[in-house]
């Protein structure tokens, strides 16, 4: 494992939601799991005037309620790493004083001048406050492979939040953006769902097992459903949601992570850049649909109402005439030897019947069924692995097994490795892992460049004016505690499949 540097985490956005909420309890669990260095320190940065004591106080509740284990002492030791820097970072004149009080902190603490950026701000400062670091001279180590100035030996890196990008076309403005003050090996594009336990655990499943990789394909595998329901509704931020939806929220990225890891092809060796060249290899090979085959291969919906909350496109901040989807099924074939005419079908929902986020590795059934002339057997797909991410991380492994006592009769069985129970280890927020690994300079689980932009490229018929037809008639073509509209169903019927919807 790669040592982690001492470092200044410089938060953008220091007095945010995900900073409060997310990023400091996590790295409060780093802290006392020991994956910090002992000089790492953090800066919040945020244009509301606090001291470092009363940063510090609005965060403990967070950190009390938010991680692991909390503990008075542990917290104290931890809070001496946190400081806090009032000034608006989309402004040129907040930077000589920025600098000022990073050249003192490195001093201090000894962190050699290792700077890595956060930006937890609204998507519309990333440009404004990436152009302001590079023009205030904040990134120091040089434009080629510069992960390490050899003067200094100092690394400057950047972590970029989702939403990267609204579109195909403003995605590519961001990295361009990021591409003139950073090199790409010092750009983490974090996705925290590669932080959960269960898709990096994907990996191993495949390919340090035997068994499974002679398989993963087209000609053993009928299809693959990729799933993550929600029951909760679109909460407080409407306005924000009406602009995003199901697809740009949860299908273009996390879930073409999931889609990434599931379908490419085995790495060389398991390293940042083979891993990322497989990931990229695998997004570019989705066949886009044409105009014309936009509506067969995706379904839409909104909720209805359930009484107690309005339709959805009834809510307030919601545009009357929103044709935003609050679900979203779509079906990707992918152009390449292993998976051609396999499709992989993703859906997302809320309010939904149940909370899942799963992948379901359907098999083909067995070649000749010996047993057809058997009463009792069907002939049907028996076999089917499922990861279930969340709520609960496990494996389960369907097959067919002889009912016991007289004739041949048979049933199918799961076979389960449930985390939990197998090593009595509780999840840790995934972003703790993640921003180590962006310490340690480990980009395996971070986005590349052309990969966010190759999702973008596979999901935008779906978005723009080709998936005029599938909004058509979209208000409260859902109920409120179902599995999501008709034609979702319909999506997989015409395939001759259908959704596992096991509660
Ligand atoms: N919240 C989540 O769970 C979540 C999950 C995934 C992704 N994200 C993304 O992460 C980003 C942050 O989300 P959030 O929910 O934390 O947003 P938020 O609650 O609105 O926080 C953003 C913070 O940025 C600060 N800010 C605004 N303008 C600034 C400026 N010019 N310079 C410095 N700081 C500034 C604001 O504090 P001041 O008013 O004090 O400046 C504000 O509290 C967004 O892009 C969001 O889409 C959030």
């Known amino acids: 494992m790669l040592q982690t540097d001492p470092c200044i985490l410089v938060i953008f956005g220091a007095s945010g939601d995900l900073t409060s909420r997310k990023l400091i309890p996590a790295m409060y669990e780093m802290h006392v799991l020991g994956q910090l260095h002992a000089s790492t320190v953090i800066l919040g940065v945020s244009r509301t005037a606090k001291t470092d004591d009363q940063w510090r106080d609005e965060l403990k509740p967070w950190i009390a309620q938010q991680a692991k284990g909390f503990d008075e002492a542990k917290w104290s030791d931890f809070a001496k790493r946190i400081h806090y820097f009032a000034g608006d970072a989309a402004k040129p004149d907040c930077y000589p004083a920025l600098d000022t009080r990073l050249g003192e902190m490195a001093q201090q603490k000894g962190t050699k001048g290792n700077l890595l950026f956060f930006l937890s701000v609204a998507e519309s400062l990333y440009e404004p406050i990436v152009q302001q670091i590079d023009e205030a001279g904040l990134v120091t180590e040089g434009k080629r492979w510069c992960s390490i100035d050899p003067a200094t030996k100092s690394w400057q890196r950047i972590i970029v939040e989702k939403p990267f990008g609204h579109d195909a076309v403003s995605a590519a403005s961001l990295n361009r953006a990021l591409g003139r003050a950073f090199e790409e090996e010092s750009i983490y594009r974090i996705d925290h769902y590669l932080g959960k336990e269960l898709v990096q655990s994907m990996l191993v499943l495949r390919f340090a097992n035997s068994i499974f990789e002679p398989i993963w394909n087209g000609q053993y595998i009928d299809h693959v459903q990729i799933s993550a329901l929600e029951t909760v509704s679109v909460g407080q931020r409407t306005a924000f949601y009406d602009q995003t939806g199901a697809i740009r929220d949860m299908i273009q990225s996390h879930l073409f992570q999931i889609l990434a890891f599931v379908a490419m092809e085995p790495p060389t060796l398991y390293t940042p850049e083979n891993v990322r060249a497989e990931k ?113 991380e496990r494996f389960n492994l369907r097959f067919e097994v002889k009912v016991p006592g007289f004739g041949l009769r048979a049933a199918a069985v799961d076979m389960q490795m449930d985390y939990g129970n197998e090593f009595k280890a509780e999840p840790i927020e995934a972003y703790g892992p993640l921003i180590v690994d962006a310490m340690r300079g480990d980009q395996t689980l971070f986005k590349h460049r052309i990969e966010v932009e190759g999702a973008w490229n596979a999901v935008m018929p779906f978005l723009d004016d080709r998936s005029a037809k599938a909004r058509a008639n979209i208000h409260g073509n859902y109920a409120c505690g179902s599995w999501g509209p008709a034609s979702a169903d319909e999506l997989l019927g015409r395939d001759g499949r259908a959704w596992r919807n096991e509660p």
Do not use: M
Request: net charge positive; glycine share 8%; charged share 20%.
């Open 280 to 392: 990229i290899k695998i997004i570019d090979s989705i066949s886009v649909p044409t105009a014309d085959e936009v509506a067969a291969h995706c379904a839409l919906g909104q909720f209805a109402s359930d009484g107690k909350e309005g339709a959805y496109h009834e809510l307030a901040g919601v545009a009357p005439n929103s044709t935003t989807e609050t679900y979203a099924a779509i079906k990707v074939h992918f152009d390449n030897w292993r998976w051609g005419g396999t499709p992989f079908y993703i859906r997302s929902g809320k309010k939904a019947a149940a909370k899942r986020t799963e992948v379901v590795v359907q098999f083909k059934p067995p070649a000749a069924n010996l047993f057809r002339k058997v009463t009792g057997f069907g002939g049907e797909a028996p076999n089917r692995l499922v990861i279930e991410i969340a709520p609960r």
